[in-house]
């Protein structure tokens, strides 16, 4: 377990821990029957087991529960490791123990998997006197052997599947000389990837989408339409006079204004940087900010980056929206999405790095959306899904100690002021993975945002990781490994 570098889970009756444990684990001081009875693997993983191992019970039929109950909640390319599948002598396999080296018989399952489930992907490599299986290509909806599991569990405990000669077990497991589990390893890696891989038509079809996405998000679809509120805003307002014409065509007749609008999407800046003309985009990055989250979504999953995708300070929510389309372009079950936010706005200023800069809902009330308002703009796009995203709900400083995430990939920081900065990268910058990117959105625009960056930074003795800069405003960085 202290080699896991992700969020891991160890269940054993009688546990004894010598070596520091590096990553988040929960420890179950139970026999794994217990454990599968009792628990959701999904629920407490937030995603499908991505390698476990197998060494408890030396007995065939214990080994065999252990990688069905796994199955269930595995993926086609998940692995599950199992140990003690060769034994280099025949005293070693029996079902109580004698010698000091010992292997049970546990080798049983192997030859009793190639027989019920040739499906699986079985290899056995000769390593260290006691061998060891790696099984892939799980099937979790395949009942074949559960429907007569009781049958099979007296015939793996009998002499169905047992072997008196050392040679003839060796030679049935038939294995891999230890030297090419390095080139397996290497196949395993490159499959695993292929596996996730959207086909080629798919990917376009998965780019065009989220092009779409974007537009939509900004709402350049029906910029005509916007305009065409902004000036009966106007009007009503008596900023300008009602000309039915100037409504019709709008296009030409306020094509500067058209212009200013567009721009403000590309750039992701309201005109005259007056938030009370925010219009009708549901995020107020523009083009060049999305079209980086993009990349950085991207770049973690090239990477191979474990972790969830959160953001802290979502407004209308239109970057999570597109971190959620991402997601299901790619076909991603393994990552949680956390949308944080007060949903009502930003708290008053109290830190002295943020003076005067109040930016609450009664001298803002636009900064301010609901949480009901955020998930309807997820719903609206099709993208809601409360089994993988977590609405967290209040102030970061009260929310997010807690949030539920072991292990972030990409960070999103877009609360604006120092203390908002400063509160979500304390509670949450440990749990970003090494290679991990962290995003924050006002290091440009907002001189309390880049001081809290930078304090977080000294506090701990770091220097700030280099940083690329997006547009006027946004930057990221990459954590270091
Ligand atoms: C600039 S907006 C976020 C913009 C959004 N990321 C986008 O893409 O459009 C800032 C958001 O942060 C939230 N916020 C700021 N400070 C907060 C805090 N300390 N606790 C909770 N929410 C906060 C506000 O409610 C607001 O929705």
């Known amino acids: 377990m202290a080699l896991a570098r992700c969020p891991s889970i160890a269940i054993d009756p009688d546990f004894e821990i010598r070596f520091p444990l590096r990553s988040p684990t929960r420890l179950y001081r139970q026999t ?11 629920e407490l993983l937030g995603a499908t087991v991505d390698l476990a191992f197998v060494d408890g019970m030396h007995k065939a039929e214990f080994a065999l529960r ?39 018989d546990v080798y049983k399952v192997i030859r009793f998997l190639r027989e019920h489930r040739p499906d699986l992907d079985i290899s056995v490599y000769d390593i260290e006197m006691k061998g060891m299986a790696l099984i892939t ?58 596996m996730r891989v959207v086909p080629k038509q798919d990917a376009q079809t998965g780019a065009l989408y989220l092009d779409l996405l974007k537009r939509s998000l900004l709402n350049e679809i029906y910029l005509d339409d916007e305009l065409r509120l902004l000036y009966l805003r106007d009007c009503l307002a008596g900023q300008d006079s009602f000309d039915y014409a100037v409504l019709h065509n709008i296009r030409e007749a306020r094509l500067e204004n058209l212009e200013d609008l567009k721009a403000s999407r590309r ?54 929206i597109l971190m959620a389309g991402w997601l299901r372009v790619h076909g991603d079950n393994q990552r949680k999405l956390l949308v944080a936010d007060s949903f009502e706005g930003l708290p008053k200023p109290t830190h002295t790095q943020d003076g005067k800069l109040d930016l609450t809902k009664e001298k803002f009330p636009e900064l301010a959306v609901s949480k009901e ?109």
Not at 88 to 98: D, F, G, S
């Open 32 to 42: 794994s029957d217990e454990f599968f009875s009792n628990e959701n693997l999904k």
């Open 66 to 104: 252990d990688i069905l109950n796994l199955e269930t909640y595995a993926s086609r390319s998940s692995v599950v490791v199992v140990d003690d599948v060769l034994p280099e002598k025949i005293e070693w396999t029996t079902r109580e123990r004698h010698t000091t080296a010992w292997t049970g």
């Open 137 to 194: 290509g799980f099937n979790p909806g395949d009942r074949t052997v559960q429907k007569h599991l009781a049958r099979h569990e007296v015939d793996l405990a009998g002499d169905r599947y047992a072997y008196s000669e050392i040679e003839d077990l060796r030679l049935a497991i038939a294995p891999e000389p230890a030297d090419a589990l390095v080139d397996y390893l290497a196949d395993l890696r490159t499959r695993r990837r292929t």
């Open 267 to 320: 750039i992701g800046r309201f005109p005259d940087r007056n938030i009370h003309r925010s219009g009708f985009s549901h995020t107020m990055m523009g083009r060049q900010r999305l079209d980086s989250l993009h990349a950085c979504l991207d770049a973690v999953s090239a990477g191979d980056v474990p972790g969830d995708l959160m953001e802290c300070g979502v407004w209308r929510g239109g970057g999570c």
């Open 373 to 481: 308002a955020v998930r309807e703009n997820f719903a609206v796009y099709g993208l809601l899904d409360d089994h993988k995203q977590v609405f967290l709900k209040g102030w970061f400083r009260d929310t997010l100690t807690n949030a539920p995430t072991l292990q972030i990939a990409l960070l999103r920081l877009d609360g604006d002021l120092y203390e908002s900065t400063m509160d979500t990268l304390q509670a949450l910058y440990d749990r970003v993975s090494p290679g991990g990117i962290v995003i924050v959105d006002d290091y440009g625009a907002l001189p309390m945002c880049r001081q809290a960056v930078e304090d977080f930074f000294a506090f701990r003795g770091e220097a700030v990781p280099p940083l690329t800069h997006v547009d006027w405003t946004g930057a990221f960085f990459v954590k270091p490994c």
